[in-house]
Each structure stands twice: as C-alpha cells, then as structure tokens.
C-alpha cells in the first residue's frame, strides 16, 4: 500500500484546488513560518476522521473552511481527498485504488465516501484501523506531538503503543460488545418488567376466565326470565297508566276552581295589608320624628347649662385678672422709684470716678517728668564719670581709630551683600523643596488611600468570586439531580408508552378489531372506549370501577361498523366483544333531583370524564346513571336516602350497587388502562418541567460560569492595579524620604549664612559707633574736661532731691488707683441692677395690657353666650309645640291600622278554608300524578334495562316474551339465578380470549428473554476472549518495541542506554507506560532533566522502535527534528533512509539537513496574503551543475 496523492480544496490556506503527488522514498515540504505548509499534515489528518478542531488548531471545525482574504471571497466548502494504491490488499477494499473523501459545507453538513460512494464516519475508522493510520495512529505525527510523549504522564502515552501492537480493532470490537452487553441488560431489564407484569395478569385472568364462562351460561337463563317478567310488567302497568290519566283530568278541573276562590281572598288581604302597614309607617314616621325632636330639645337643653356654666367661669376669670391687675400697678410703682433712687447713685459714683482718674492723670504726670528729668540726670553723670578717666589716653589714639574704622567698614558692607544673595538663594531653594515636600506629601497619600481602596475592592472581588463558585457548585449539584430524575422519568415513560401502544389490559379482541382497523381492513372503528376518553387521576381508580369491563367496549361509527367486526371476529376466532354504535346509543342520566346538596356527592361519573363530543352520548350511556362519592360511609348514606335506585363508586373503588349490594376491597391504583394514560400525561408534563428546569438550571450555570470568568478577569486586573498602586506608593515615599537631608543640608547653611550676617551687621555697627565717638571725642574733648568736675558735684545733689519727690508721689498714685477700682464695682453693681429693675417694670406693663386684652376678649364671650342662650331658650319652644302635634297624629294613625288587622284577620280565616280545600284536592291530584309518572319511570326503566342490558327494543322485547304461567315462580327462579350471578362477583366476558392471548405472549416473551441471556453470555464471552487476545498481543509488542527502542536509542546518541517499561505489569492492558534513558556519561533521574533536543530524539527513537515493529505504509512528519542540532538532523534524516523500503514518508520541514536527504521537495509559498500555492522539485533530476549542497 503506497500513498499516491493527496487533493485539497478549500481547506485553510489552499482555496484553489490543489494536488500533491507522492513518489517512494522521502517527500520533503518546505516553506517560511506562516506559508500554511502544516496545512497538508492537518488535511490528511482531517480527511482521516480527527473530530478535533483543536488537534487541527482551529477553535471550530468550520474554521478549517477557507475564510476569504481581501481580494477574495469565502468559499462555500472544503474537501480533501486522499488516493492510496491497495495492490496488496492491506485496506479491506476490492480495489487497486482507494480513494477517501471528506467534504465539510457551512451550514454544517458532512460528506464521507470512499471511491465516491457516501459512508459514514465510522466506516473509515474502521477501514484504517490497525494499519497506524489512523487518526490516532503514529503515521502522523504533528507539532508538539513529539514532546507530548515525554511530558505525558505514564498512562497517556498507551494510544500509539496500543496501535503499534494491532489492538485498536480488538479493543473497538470489545467496546462495541460491551456496548451490545448494556444494550442487553436494558432489554433483559425491560423485558423482565413486561413478564413481571404478565405473570401478575395471569392467575388473575385465569380465574376470570373460568368466572366468565359460568356467567355466560347463568345470562342466558337470566336473560330469557327477565324479558319476559318485564315484557309481562309492561302490559300491566299500560292497563293502570290509562285508570290514573282518567281520574287526573277530573281533579285537574276541580283544583283550577279552587285556585281561583283562592286567588280573590289573597287579593282582598293583600289590599288589606297594604293599608294597614301605610298607616304603621305613618305612625312610626310621626313616633321617629318626635324622638328626634325630643332628643333635640335634650340637646338644646344640654347646651344652655354648658353655655350657663362658660358664663360663671369667665366672670370668675374676671374678677382673677382684675386683681391681678391692681397687683402688678403697684409692683410697678415701687420699681419705678427704685429706678431713680439707683440712677441718682450711679450718677454720684460716676463724678466720682471722673475725679478719681483727673487726679491719677496729674500725679501720673509728674511722676513721668520726674522719671524722665532723673534717668537724664543719672546717665550725664556715669557718662562723664567714665570720660573723665579715659579722656587723656584716647585724644593721641582719635585719628588712627577713625580711619581704621572707615576701611573696615568698607569691606564689611561688600562681604555683607554677598551673605545676603547667598541667604535669599538658600531661602528661594529651601522654599522650592518645601513646595515639592508638600506636592509629594499629597500624591502620597493619594497613593495610600487608592492602594486600601484598591486593596478594598480586591477583597470585594474575592468575596463575591466564593459566592459565585459556591453558586455554581449548588447549581451543578442541582443540574446533575434534574439529569437524573430527567432520565429516570423518560424511562419510565417509555415503558408506559410501550404498554399503551401494545394495548396491554386490553382483551384479545380488542387489540384485534383495532388493529384490523388501523390495518385499513375494518371501517368506522374509532376505538376502545379505555383509549378515548380521559379523567383526571383523582377519580381515574372511580371511573375504571365504574366502567368495568366496558372500558374494553368498542365505539363504531354505526350499526353495520359493528356488524362487520362481529363478522371479524367470528371469521378469525379471536373471540367477543361489545360494540357501541354512535348513531344507537342514547344518553341514560339520573331524574333524581337534590344530589348536588348531598353530603360527600362529587359529580354524576359522566360529568367527570373528557371525551370529544361525538362520544359524550355514549359516555352518559355507560356512566350517567352512576354517582361518584368521597367515601363509603357516605355514599351509603346517600343510597340509603335514596331507595338504592343507582349505582353509587367511591373516590377509592367501592361499589354501591343500585338494588342495595355492596362491592368492594383492596385495588391496586397503578394497575388500570385510565391509570396509566393518566401516568404517561403525568411523565409528560414532569418530563416538560423539568427540560424547562434543566434549561432554566443550564442557562443559570452557563451565566455563572461566564460571571466566574469575568471575575477572574477583574481578580487579576486588581491585582496588576494594587501591584501599581503600591509601586507608585513606594517611589513616592523614596522620593519624600530622600527631600530630609537635602532640607536639613541646605537649613544648616542657612542658619550659618545668618550668624554671618549678624556678625556681620554687628562689627559695621561697632565700627560707625567707633567712628563716630571718635569724631565726637576729638572735636569736644578739650571743653569737657574744664567743666566736667563742677558738673558732676551739682547733679549729684539735684539726683537726691529728684528721688526723694518720686517715691512721695509714687506712693499717692497707687492709693489714687485703688480707690478708683473700687469706685468702678461699685458702678458696675449698680448698673446691673438698674437693668434689672427696668426689665421688671417692662415685664409687669407687658401683662398688665395682655390682662387687659383677656378683660375685654372674655366679655366678649360672656355676652355671645347669653345671645346663644336666649336661641336655644326661643327654640325650645317651638319644639315643644311641634311634638303635642307628632303626638297627636299619631294616635290617629295607630287607631285606623288597628281597624284593617281586624279586617285582615277576618278574611284570613276564609282563607284557610279555602287552602284547605285547595291542598286536599292538590294531594289527590299529586298522589295521582306521582303514581302515573311512578308507572312512567317504571316503563322507562324496564325498556332502558332491556336496551342496556340485551340492546333490545321493546317491539323486539315483547316478540322473544314468552307467556309466564305464574310471575311469582318466575321472579323466584330469576332471583335465584341473580344470587348465583352475584356471587360471581365483577365478571369480565374478555377474560377468556384474553387470558389465551396473554399466556401466548407470556410464552413468547419467555422465549426472548432466554434469547437475550444467551446473548448475554454470548457477549460476555467474546468480550473475555478479546481482552485476553489483546493483552497477549499488547505484551508480545511492547516487549519488541522496548528490544527495538533499546538498540535505536544506542545507535541514535552514541552509546549509553534506553528502557520501556510498564507501570503495572498484571494489568497490562490499563497499565502506564515509563521512559527509562541514560544518555552517554549521564545519571537521568527525570525526562525532564533532559535538554530540549535530547527529549525530542528520545521520542524519536521511540517512533523508531515502533516503525521497526510495525512499519506504516506512509508516514506524515511535521517539523519532528525542530529541536535538534544540525548534527542530530543529519543524523535523524539518515535513519529515516533506511526505512525507505517499506514507508513512504512526507516530512514537513525547514531544517537542511532533512531537505538535502530528500528526493522530491514541495515549496509551499504565499504570494497571495492567505492563500498558500505549491511548487515541486524532483531532486534526482536536478543537474549538479547547479552546484546545490
């Protein structure tokens, strides 16, 4: 088998139709990075059956359809097929030439065919299974597969070893089988469930059976006794019937007398009462309005004493406030004179004090010019003390002082502006450091406050993402418990249908005459009357009961539908049934009136069932005479007030019977036809429920795991912020911390800069006194010293008399001061308390004009009660007046409706008279009529009874009569033949057919379930022998592969060593697998310890190994040797060369040394942005002239 060609076509990068020919030996393709040349590896792969869109590195499988560029279109499809040469018949297909197609369209839909026939997918898994090319077999290997090898954990790596051994179609066969073994435990299950059923009905339709024969021979006798009782009933009660129509007529006259003597007596009293009761309302109106008007007067008289009792309050207020009045003009006069006794004072302490400060004024400034005249004094004469002895020495020293002094001073004024621009420059620098402290200081602690928000909101996320997880796990848990009971309510509702549409319950006839119907053999069959009508589940157990055996009664359109299917019946042998033609049938219902009122009366069973409307006649036939009760108890009180005249079923399946029997006991609710339509209908709508649950809980989990994402997306987006936040922080306290020293550096020669110019400003101070002195000195020195020595001895005794005169006038000013403090209290008491006085007489005049403002508003008052109570006074009078009137009008009225009761009462007794009379013959004529409709209903039960019963008109009734000699003989043998009925209890007439029919398909089903257990064990056996097949040949080949791995590995590195071996030896089959190696001069420990390109050749000599065991007709490699070394990809392409024999091999590369061990390259190119373009060059052909290495 050799790999021919390759077709593509609008497969990724290559929209145009494109062909790649394959020759033996080694095909290399080659290309830059994006030129799509992994493009073929993934179409052989894809046209192989890879589901994966990520295996063939695409996020949807429609993505492997070409997509368009901007110059061209999309393309509708895309289709790759592969061609492979079959001389040897590896592949299982009657052909020299296989070729396999896959087509993928937009919308979807796939194509599968092999030589242009459609398969399905499955078929070319199959067809390349065990061959290794698969599309999990090792003939292709793609990017990253390689490293796959060693990074997978030990139990990963078994897919390629497991095909290298030829085990994949013995492991599919045993996952099919084991498939098949599930399949046939569902079915032993089901089928189990079926026969469970079955053998439940049998017993019990084996009793039956026999019931109903011993009932079929006692209906005959007991049909012929009754026809002819009732036939003879009949004739009776027509004879009576006319009697009683004779004796109506004449009372009828007589009681239409009577009624109309009646009539004109009710009119007359009527009369009568009307004017009575007009004379009562009248008397009652005039009694109502002279209680109203006495109550009125009550109240009037009410209001004078309240009015009367505000006149003697306001008076006692009165007279309070004029009291108080006279109390608060008093109060104010003595407060008034208080007022100018105390300004008087205040007037006299304040000349006082304006003395007091006149007199310190004046000795303050004496004691000033004293101060002043002896400081002069005492300095002239220190001054001069101290000139005196130093005058002679510095007159030489004057002239050379004042010139050093004035070159000094020079240079102290220059060095002293230089300090001062080095101070301002210090200052401005220092200030622009403060500046920057303080716009540090801000954004640092902006920082702080976004990194603890940050940090907050962080701690925001966290907690909600823990609720959302928690919410996805209780929405999980809840999801997989709605699967659950999802499936387990569809199995249970498959099981029903299938015992609906197979009619289980029903008897053989039935099912026959349906399926004869839905045949198209019979016509005008609409059914069994269990499958046309429904009831809800509360009362299904009441109407099963009720209907009994007519449940399995079938509904025809007419009577020649229903002859034809006796004549069914009769010519196939399937047995009896009853049929209701539509067009027959009549309603039967209850007269009874007044069972809506009893207590425990639920409905009439009709009433309860829902039919379509062309069935609602037979329905009230079959169940209108029946009444559905709560319970037993009270139904059989219902019976017992009724006279037993119907059939009374209870919600639980108990039977009153009309006659007065009783029918009842333990019934099983799940077991009848209504039961289970109304179970299905209850699957349905659980099923409906819980598919909305499922895709409501679907939607919930969805969203929740889309909000968990986005949640992690803002987890990591906080993070990243608060990492900035803090990285901003931590600068921005560097930056501030490191403004200190600077500040402090430039603080201190600030502060040096200072001390210099005070130096500074005091050595020019020192240096211009020094001068001037000088000056000074040189220019008076000669006069002082004459006059200085007279001088001192006259102020000497001047300072004494000076200092005497002060402490005299010091002590004086000091006792001047006191008495001044002291005058100012006492003005400030005063003064307080003239305020207070003041405020007092303010207050005492405000209440008195408030006062006089209550005086005037409650004489006010005083005289608008009098007025209201002179109105009421005035009143009063004219109510008293008005209820002597009422009073008497009243008399009047309550005389005259005396007078017609004594009327009314008169005519009253005539009236009895005449009821009397009138009852007397209406009870005759009742009686009468009760009888005849008694003979009625009685004539109309025995010719319903008939129909129902023998489906029997009364001409056809009264022609089978048979004359009865005695009616008391023949309704004893009938009541004997009853009892024996009776005791047979329910009878079901199908219990025969359908007890042969379900003990036939008893015995069938028996056969298929013995059937699926030899399958069964069929199926475990194979399952068995496959498993021990494979771990036979599983084991053979990995031991090979690992001899083979061993001897490449040596080969491959030069030396050293390499080792396959199974996790668990017993079980080799589920085992891992584990790399052992050990390069030249190396401990390996670990795969991982391993350099990229040592991992990637190990691998390679594993493929190796396995290409020895088992060579593949081709094999697919894609960029294997990428890790490699140009030493190690030579050394890998000459391997490859010697396996040319029996592989054909197609390498994806870009290494060199794998194209120059080549025989045919494929330049893969895009010219085109997105459309890849193909170039062939057979190297064997090339000339060395081209010199090409």
């Given at each position: 088998?050799?790999?021919?060609?390759?077709?593509?076509?609008?497969?990724?990068?290559?929209?145009?139709?494109?062909?790649?020919?394959?020759?033996?030996?080694?095909?290399?393709?080659?290309?830059?990075?994006?030129?799509?040349?992994?493009?073929?590896?993934?179409?052989?792969?894809?046209?192989?059956?890879?589901?994966?869109?990520?295996?063939?590195?695409?996020?949807?499988?429609?993505?492997?359809?070409?997509?368009?560029?901007?110059?061209?279109?999309?393309?509708?499809?895309?289709?790759?097929?592969?061609?492979?040469?079959?001389?040897?018949?590896?592949?299982?297909?009657?052909?020299?030439?296989?070729?396999?197609?896959?087509?993928?369209?937009?919308?979807?839909?796939?194509?599968?065919?092999?030589?242009?026939?459609?398969?399905?997918?499955?078929?070319?898994?199959?067809?390349?299974?065990?061959?290794?090319?698969?599309?999990?077999?090792?003939?292709?290997?793609?990017?990253?597969?390689?490293?796959?090898?060693?990074?997978?954990?030990?139990?990963?790596?078994?897919?390629?070893?497991?095909?290298?051994?030829?085990?994949?179609?013995?492991?599919?066969?045993?996952?099919?089988?084991?498939?098949?073994?599930?399949?046939?435990?569902?079915?032993?299950?089901?089928?189990?469930?079926?026969?469970?059923?079955?053998?439940?009905?049998?017993?019990?339709?084996?009793?039956?059976?026999?019931?109903?024969?011993?009932?079929?021979?006692?209906?005959?006798?007991?049909?012929?006794?009754?026809?002819?009782?009732?036939?003879?009933?009949?004739?009776?009660?027509?004879?009576?019937?006319?009697?009683?129509?004779?004796?109506?007529?004449?009372?009828?006259?007589?009681?239409?007398?009577?009624?109309?003597?009646?009539?004109?007596?009710?009119?007359?009293?009527?009369?009568?009462?009307?004017?009575?009761?007009?004379?009562?309302?009248?008397?009652?109106?005039?009694?109502?309005?002279?209680?109203?008007?006495?109550?009125?007067?009550?109240?009037?008289?009410?209001?004078?004493?309240?009015?009367?009792?505000?006149?003697?309050?306001?008076?006692?207020?009165?007279?309070?406030?004029?009291?108080?009045?006279?109390?608060?003009?008093?109060?104010?006069?003595?407060?008034?004179?208080?007022?100018?006794?105390?300004?008087?004072?205040?007037?006299?302490?304040?000349?006082?004090?304006?003395?007091?400060?006149?007199?310190?004024?004046?000795?303050?400034?004496?004691?000033?010019?004293?101060?002043?005249?002896?400081?002069?004094?005492?300095?002239?004469?220190?001054?001069?003390?101290?000139?005196?002895?130093?005058?002679?020495?510095?007159?030489?020293?004057?002239?050379?002082?004042?010139?050093?002094?004035?070159?000094?001073?020079?240079?102290?004024?220059?060095?002293?502006?230089?300090?001062?621009?080095?101070?301002?420059?210090?200052?401005?620098?220092?200030?622009?450091?403060?500046?920057?402290?303080?716009?540090?200081?801000?954004?640092?602690?902006?920082?702080?406050?976004?990194?603890?928000?940050?940090?907050?909101?962080?701690?925001?996320?966290?907690?909600?993402?823990?609720?959302?997880?928690?919410?996805?796990?209780?929405?999980?848990?809840?999801?997989?418990?709605?699967?659950?009971?999802?499936?387990?309510?569809?199995?249970?509702?498959?099981?029903?249908?299938?015992?609906e549409n197979s009619m289980e319950g029903f008897g053989g006839s039935v099912r026959s005459v349906t399926a004869a119907a839905r045949a198209g053999r019979l016509r005008g069959v609409r059914g069994a009357v269990g499958s046309l009508i429904s009831v809800e589940s509360r009362y299904s157990l009441a109407i099963e009961t009720a209907l009994g055996a007519s449940l399995q009664n079938i509904i025809v359109e007419n009577e020649e539908s229903a002859k034809a299917s006796i004549r069914y019946l009769m010519d196939t042998g399937k047995g009896r049934a009853t049929f209701l033609p539509i067009t027959t049938i009549k309603p039967s219902r209850l007269s009874e009136g007044g069972l809506e009122s009893e207590e425990g009366f639920i409905s009439v069973a009709s009433g309860l069932v829902s039919c379509d409307n062309e069935y609602r006649a037979i329905v009230e036939y079959l169940l209108g005479r029946i009444v559905v009760s709560e319970n037993i108890d009270l139904a059989a009180k219902m019976a017992r007030k009724h006279g037993y005249r119907?059939?009374?079923?209870?919600?639980?399946?108990?039977?009153?019977?009309?006659?007065?029997?009783?029918?009842?006991?333990?019934?099983?609710?799940?077991?009848?036809?209504?039961?289970?339509?109304?179970?299905?209908?209850?699957?349905?709508?659980?099923?409906?429920?819980?598919?909305?649950?499922?895709?409501?809980?679907?939607?919930?989990?969805?969203?929740?795991?889309?909000?968990?994402?986005?949640?992690?997306?803002?987890?990591?987006?906080?993070?990243?912020?608060?990492?900035?936040?803090?990285?901003?922080?931590?600068?921005?306290?560097?930056?501030?911390?490191?403004?200190?020293?600077?500040?402090?550096?430039?603080?201190?020669?600030?502060?040096?800069?200072?001390?210099?110019?005070?130096?500074?400003?005091?050595?020019?101070?020192?240096?211009?006194?020094?001068?001037?002195?000088?000056?000074?000195?040189?220019?008076?020195?000669?006069?002082?010293?004459?006059?200085?020595?007279?001088?001192?001895?006259?102020?000497?005794?001047?300072?004494?008399?000076?200092?005497?005169?002060?402490?005299?006038?010091?002590?004086?000013?000091?006792?001047?001061?006191?008495?001044?403090?002291?005058?100012?209290?006492?003005?400030?008491?005063?003064?307080?308390?003239?305020?207070?006085?003041?405020?007092?007489?303010?207050?005492?005049?405000?209440?008195?004009?408030?006062?006089?403002?209550?005086?005037?508003?409650?004489?006010?008052?005083?005289?608008?009660?009098?007025?209201?109570?002179?109105?009421?006074?005035?009143?009063?009078?004219?109510?008293?007046?008005?209820?002597?009137?009422?009073?008497?009008?009243?008399?009047?009225?309550?005389?005259?409706?005396?007078?017609?009761?004594?009327?009314?009462?008169?005519?009253?007794?005539?009236?009895?008279?005449?009821?009397?009379?009138?009852?007397?013959?209406?009870?005759?004529?009742?009686?009468?009529?009760?009888?005849?409709?008694?003979?009625?209903?009685?004539?109309?039960?025995?010719?319903?009874?008939?129909?129902?019963?023998?489906?029997?008109?009364?001409?056809?009734?009264?022609?089978?009569?048979?004359?009865?000699?005695?009616?008391?003989?023949?309704?004893?043998?009938?009541?004997?033949?009853?009892?024996?009925?009776?005791?047979?209890?329910?009878?079901?007439?199908?219990?025969?057919?359908?007890?042969?029919?379900?003990?036939?398909?008893?015995?069938?089903?028996?056969?298929?379930?013995?059937?699926?257990?030899?399958?069964?064990?069929?199926?475990?056996?194979?399952?068995?022998?496959?498993?021990?097949?494979?771990?036979?040949?599983?084991?053979?080949?990995?031991?090979?592969?690992?001899?083979?791995?061993?001897?490449?590995?040596?080969?491959?590195?030069?030396?050293?060593?390499?080792?396959?071996?199974?996790?668990?030896?017993?079980?080799?089959?589920?085992?891992?697998?584990?790399?052992s190696v050990a390069p030249p001069g190396k401990v390996i420990k670990s795969l991982s310890l391993l350099s990229g390109g040592e991992q990637a050749f190990v691998a390679i000599a594993i493929y190796f190994a396995i290409l020895r065991l088992r060579p593949s007709p081709f094999c697919i490699l894609d960029e294997i040797e990428a890790a490699l070394d140009d030493v190690n990809v030579t050394k890998y392409a000459q391997y490859l060369r010697r396996y040319v024999g029996t592989t054909q091999f197609i390498l994806i590369t870009h290494r060199r040394g794998t194209m120059e061990e080549a025989d045919v390259l494929y330049g893969v190119t895009m010219q085109e942005k997105g459309v890849s373009r193909l170039l062939r060059l057979d190297l064997g052909e090339v000339s060395p002239s081209w010199d090409i290495e």
């Amino acid at each position: 088998m050799r790999l021919q060609s390759l077709e593509l076509q609008g497969f990724k990068s290559f929209p145009d139709k494109t062909r790649l020919d394959f020759d033996r030996g080694l095909t290399a393709v080659v290309g830059p990075n994006g030129s799509g040349k992994s493009n073929i590896g993934d179409a052989v792969r894809w046209v192989l059956g890879e589901q994966s869109s990520r295996t063939l590195r695409g996020g949807r499988m429609e993505d492997v359809i070409f997509g368009g560029t901007e110059k061209r279109r999309p393309v509708s499809f895309a289709s790759v097929t592969l061609n492979i040469e079959n001389g040897d018949r590896l592949l299982a297909v009657e052909e020299d030439l296989v070729s396999v197609t896959r087509k993928l369209y937009r919308n979807g839909d796939s194509e599968y065919m092999i030589n242009g026939s459609p398969v399905r997918l499955r078929d070319i898994v199959e067809l390349f299974m065990d061959t290794g090319l698969g599309r999990d077999g090792y003939s292709i290997i793609g990017q990253g597969r390689v490293a796959d090898i060693i990074s997978s954990k030990s139990n990963e790596r078994r897919e390629i070893f497991e095909e290298a051994a030829g085990i994949s179609k013995f492991r599919y066969k045993k996952q099919e089988a084991e498939r098949k073994l599930a399949s046939s435990e569902d079915n032993l299950l089901r089928l189990g469930d079926i026969l469970s059923e079955l053998e439940a009905r049998l017993e019990p339709l084996r009793a039956q059976s026999e019931k109903a024969q011993r009932y079929l021979e006692l209906a005959g006798k007991r049909k012929k006794l009754e026809i002819s009782l009732w036939a003879d009933r009949l004739s009776e009660l027509d004879s009576a019937g006319q009697r009683i129509n004779d004796d109506i007529l004449v009372g009828t006259s007589e009681l239409e007398i009577a009624e109309g003597e009646l009539s004109s007596l009710e009119a007359e009293i009527n009369e009568l009462i009307l004017k009575r009761r007009q004379c009562s309302v009248f008397a009652e109106e005039s009694r109502r309005e002279s209680q109203r008007i006495s109550q009125e007067l009550s109240e009037h008289s009410k209001k004078a004493a309240v009015y009367e009792n505000n006149i003697m309050h306001y008076n006692s207020q009165l007279k309070e406030l004029e009291q108080k009045r006279k109390e608060l003009s008093k109060a104010s006069l003595e407060l008034e004179k208080s007022v100018e006794e105390k300004s008087l004072e205040i007037d006299k302490i304040l000349l006082q004090i304006k003395e007091a400060k006149s007199e310190i004024l004046e000795s303050e400034g004496e004691l000033s010019r004293l101060d002043e005249e002896s400081g002069r004094l005492q300095s002239e004469l220190h001054g001069s003390s101290d000139r005196l002895g130093r005058m002679y020495i510095r007159r030489s020293e004057l002239s050379y002082t004042i010139e050093s002094s004035r070159s000094s001073l020079n240079t102290s004024t220059q060095e002293l502006e230089q300090l001062r621009e080095q101070g301002a420059s210090l200052e401005h620098r220092l200030s622009e450091l403060a500046g920057k402290r303080e716009e540090l200081s801000k954004s640092l602690q902006e920082a702080k406050s976004l990194c603890e928000m940050e940090n907050n909101r962080l701690a925001g996320y966290n907690l909600l993402y823990g609720k959302k997880s928690e919410s996805k796990s209780r929405l999980e848990a809840e999801y997989n418990q709605t699967e659950l009971s999802y499936g387990g309510t569809a199995s249970k509702r498959q099981l029903l249908l299938e015992l609906e549409n197979s009619m289980e319950g029903f008897g053989g006839s039935v099912r026959s005459v349906t399926a004869a119907a839905r045949a198209g053999r019979l016509r005008g069959v609409r059914g069994a009357v269990g499958s046309l009508i429904s009831v809800e589940s509360r009362y299904s157990l009441a109407i099963e009961t009720a209907l009994g055996a007519s449940l399995q009664n079938i509904i025809v359109e007419n009577e020649e539908s229903a002859k034809a299917s006796i004549r069914y019946l009769m010519d196939t042998g399937k047995g009896r049934a009853t049929f209701l033609p539509i067009t027959t049938i009549k309603p039967s219902r209850l007269s009874e009136g007044g069972l809506e009122s009893e207590e425990g009366f639920i409905s009439v069973a009709s009433g309860l069932v829902s039919c379509d409307n062309e069935y609602r006649a037979i329905v009230e036939y079959l169940l209108g005479r029946i009444v559905v009760s709560e319970n037993i108890d009270l139904a059989a009180k219902m019976a017992r007030k009724h006279g037993y005249r119907f059939k009374i079923i209870t919600l639980d399946g108990q039977v009153i019977n009309s006659g007065g029997s009783f029918t009842g006991g333990s019934v099983s609710k799940s077991a009848g036809i209504l039961s289970r339509k109304n179970e299905i209908a209850l699957c349905d709508r659980e099923l409906s429920e819980l598919e909305k649950k499922r895709e409501s809980l679907k939607s919930r989990l969805d969203a929740c795991t889309s909000e968990l994402t986005r949640l992690g997306f803002e987890l990591d987006s906080q993070k990243e912020k608060i990492r900035e936040a803090e990285s901003s922080r931590v600068q921005l306290d560097t930056e501030l911390e490191a403004l200190s020293p600077l500040e402090l550096e430039i603080k201190s020669r600030l502060s040096e800069t200072e001390l210099l110019i005070g130096e500074n400003l005091s050595r020019a101070d020192s240096l211009k006194e020094s001068e001037m002195t000088a000056s000074a000195e040189l220019e008076s020195l000669a006069g002082e010293i004459d006059s200085l020595e007279s001088f001192l001895a006259e102020a000497n005794k001047k300072s004494s008399q000076e200092k005497e005169r002060r402490e005299l006038l010091s002590a004086e000013l000091s006792n001047k001061r006191l008495r001044l403090l002291e005058l100012e209290k006492n003005k400030e008491s005063a003064e307080y308390l003239l305020s207070s006085l003041r405020g007092g007489i303010n207050s005492s005049k405000a209440e008195n004009e408030e006062n006089i403002e209550r005086e005037k508003k409650i004489a006010s008052m005083i005289e608008s009660e009098r007025l209201a109570i002179e109105s009421l006074e005035h009143d009063s009078r004219t109510l008293r007046a008005k209820i002597e009137e009422l009073g008497l009008r009243t008399k009047s009225e309550l005389d005259s409706s005396l007078e017609y009761e004594r009327q009314e009462n008169l005519k009253r007794e005539e009236e009895k008279i005449s009821v009397r009379k009138k009852e007397e013959l209406g009870s005759k004529l009742s009686g009468l009529k009760e009888r005849l409709l008694s003979f009625n209903k009685e004539r109309e039960s025995i010719i319903t009874e008939l129909w129902e019963e023998y489906s029997l008109s009364l001409a056809d009734a009264m022609s089978q009569a048979e004359e009865l000699e005695s009616r008391q003989s023949a309704s004893k043998r009938l009541y004997d033949i009853k009892a024996k009925i009776r005791e047979l209890g329910s009878v079901n007439t199908e219990a025969i057919d359908e007890y042969r029919e379900v003990k036939e398909r008893h015995a069938f089903l028996k056969d298929q379930l013995d059937d699926v257990k030899k399958s069964k064990a069929s199926l475990e056996k194979l399952i068995s022998e496959l498993t021990k097949t494979m771990r036979e040949r599983f084991a053979d080949s990995f031991n090979k592969i690992n001899q083979a791995f061993g001897e490449i590995f040596v080969e491959l590195f030069g030396g050293g060593s390499g080792e396959l071996t199974l996790t668990d030896p017993e079980d080799a089959l589920e085992s891992g697998i584990e790399i052992s190696v050990a390069p030249p001069g190396k401990v390996i420990k670990s795969l991982s310890l391993l350099s990229g390109g040592e991992q990637a050749f190990v691998a390679i000599a594993i493929y190796f190994a396995i290409l020895r065991l088992r060579p593949s007709p081709f094999c697919i490699l894609d960029e294997i040797e990428a890790a490699l070394d140009d030493v190690n990809v030579t050394k890998y392409a000459q391997y490859l060369r010697r396996y040319v024999g029996t592989t054909q091999f197609i390498l994806i590369t870009h290494r060199r040394g794998t194209m120059e061990e080549a025989d045919v390259l494929y330049g893969v190119t895009m010219q085109e942005k997105g459309v890849s373009r193909l170039l062939r060059l057979d190297l064997g052909e090339v000339s060395p002239s081209w010199d090409i290495e």
